[in-house]
């Protein structure tokens, strides 16, 4: 559904937001993008919608090139977009919005519409202007939802949201996918809420794809591996694959596995520790520990 | 939709310019009386430039004819027309907290985006030059004057295709800035430089805003043919360039 190779994009004052971004999102999926502020997902997304233009690389969207004008109005036809700004037109009302939208979508859900405006209860005749953020944030989704899209593409939904609406939104988004066919990517750095609604993970650090896979499959493969000594941890090298970070700190030698965390235990019982402990790892302790590994 | 949403973009700024200059329109004609009597009595002893020229108004002054090209085409008109082409052309096609990101979110191409938004304001300008300018002409009996709408439209016309010029400038500085303040100051700024380049020039009779008055048709009953064409050969290049820029510009 979506498939970047190298995707790089150079701004003109030289500062580098994707350094090769490498990605794949299946049909069907809902996609997590996580990162950092500043980690390079809203370029990604506009490159993807055709908004800016990579320096080079490949970005596919629905199996059409993103960086084709022609083929990147085709991809907006049956994408729904969400952005992190959710700039609307603040001189429209509501009602005026949505008849705007609809007009562009041939395929546009009336009755998604009617049951969207009840549901988070917007003000048919209110100006844009004069909703709160939280609404603003329901009516954009509620355009993007009703475009009979087959790609949902949200940048940051719940970004500056009350936990009460963006709870709201989350489960209009869950709900919405559990009842019609389509793929979602959904860019942010709040990780218990991708982890609330995604079954892929994509971590994107400095321009690039750290980690990549479905949820459950990291979950599965990442362990914390830690290791007590009697005495100060000593520097230890692993040569077994899938060690993604490790960190001395007095008697315990920590080690995240992305892989491989019996090969890797294995070999670090031969450094004799009083004790070792493997652990599951949660999707924030991937998170920051990928992105802290790749940032320093 | 895209014209809905241009007309919602800009209605104040028409309404307001298509209201005042209706007002002057009006205005121009029903002092004319008082004028005319005014020209006819006072005498101007003034020296220099300044003297000739306010001899030439009031020269002008003395026919209903001369009076309308000098006070309504040449300054009413000029003045206010440029400025309200030049604030119909601002179009905040940048600007994040006007929607940009979500009108690039819907499947239109970019050129199409701005077509629409040009086709727009040019209609709302068209209004805005010919309403008013025939309004000169309608009202002129009310006074015992007349002028034909033959030389309203020629005039209307000339001035139409400069103002064109001011409304596509300030398109293309709205593709390169994302506040609507640039655009308009850079414009106006343009436009007075041209304005006065057109009053140093004493044998041009090609200077911009002398074109859109249509000084010659008045002077000589003559097209300025080849000043409309080199201004919307100018206006065209002027076009292009904000098509081309809209289209590589990253958002």
């Known amino acids: 559904m979506i498939e970047t190779t190298g995707l790089r994009k150079t701004y003109a004052d030289g500062a580098e937001a994707l350094r090769g971004l490498d990605l794949n999102v299946p049909t069907g999926s809902i996609c997590g993008f996580l990162g950092r502020n500043g980690a390079g997902k809203t370029t990604t997304i506009k490159i993807l919608l055709g908004m800016s233009r990579p320096t080079s690389g490949e970005a596919r969207v629905l199996g059409l090139d993103a960086t084709s004008p022609d083929a990147s109005v085709e991809i907006r036809r049956r994408s729904g977009f969400v952005s992190e700004e959710k700039d609307l037109y603040g001189y429209m009302t509501v009602v005026e919005m949505v008849r705007f939208t609809a007009a562009f979508f041939p395929r546009w859900r009336r009755d998604l519409e009617e049951r969207y405006l009840r549901r988070f209860e917007l003000p048919p005749l209110r100006k844009v202007s004069a909703l709160s953020k939280g609404m603003r944030t329901k009516l954009a989704l509620l355009l993007a939802l009703c475009r009979g899209a087959e790609l949902l593409i949200l940048d940051e939904p719940t970004s500056g949201l009350d936990p009460t609406i963006a709870e709201e939104v989350l489960q209009a988004i869950v709900s919405h996918v559990a009842n019609e066919e389509l793929t979602v990517f959904f860019s942010s750095h709040q990780i218990a809420e991708v982890e609330q609604i995604t079954d892929r993970i994509v971590i994107i650090d400095r321009g690039r794809a750290v980690v990549s896979g479905a949820l459950d499959d990291l979950r599965e493969s990442y362990r914390r591996i830690q290791l007590v000594f009697d005495g100060d941890a000593p520097k230890a090298v692993f040569t077994a694959p899938g060690v993604a970070r490790v960190e001395r700190k007095g008697r315990v030698l920590s080690v995240l596995s992305s892989a491989n965390a019996e090969a890797i235990v294995a070999e670090a019982r031969r450094l004799d520790p009083v004790s070792v402990d493997v652990a599951p790892v949660s999707l924030k302790e991937i998170f920051l520990d990928t992105v802290h590994t790749e940032g320093d | 939709m895209l014209w809905y949403k241009s007309w919602l973009e800009t209605r104040w700024r028409f309404l307001i310019g298509f209201a005042l200059l209706l007002c002057s329109a009006a205005g121009s004609v029903l002092v004319y009386p008082q004028i005319a009597r005014l020209t006819a009595s006072v005498p101007v002893n003034a020296p220099g430039i300044l003297g000739e020229k306010i001899r030439e108004a009031m020269e002008l002054a003395r026919s209903y004819r001369g009076y309308v090209w000098s006070h309504w085409f040449g300054q009413n008109l000029t003045q206010m027309g440029t400025l309200f082409a030049i604030l119909l052309g601002t179009a ?29 304001g040019l209609a709302e300008l068209f209004a805005i030059v010919f309403v008013p300018s025939l309004l000169v002409a309608l009202l002129a009996p009310a006074i ?18 400069g103002a064109a010029l001011f409304f596509t400038l300030s398109l293309l500085l709205s593709t390169i800035f994302g506040d ?3 655009p308009v100051m850079i414009a106006v700024g343009i436009a007075i430089a041209l304005a006065i380049v057109d009053q140093l020039s004493h044998v041009s009779m090609f200077g911009v805003f002398r074109v859109m008055s ?14 409309l064409i080199a201004i919307a050969a100018a206006t065209a290049t002027i076009y292009y360039g904000a098509l081309r820029n809209l289209a590589r510009r990253d958002f």
Do not use: K, N
């Open chain 2, 214 to 227: 249509g000084e010659r048709w008045f002077r000589e009953a003559r097209m300025p043919w080849a000043g």
């Open chain 2, 144 to 161: 015992g004057e007349h002028y034909g709408i033959g030389a309203v439209l020629i005039h209307a016309f000339c001035f139409f295709v």
């Open chain 2, 180 to 182: 609507p303040w640039r």
């Open chain 2, 92 to 120: 905040s096609l940048l600007s994040e907290s006007s929607g940009a990101l979500f009108t690039l979110s819907l499947p239109v191409p970019r050129r199409r985006l701005l077509h629409v938004r040009a086709a727009a």
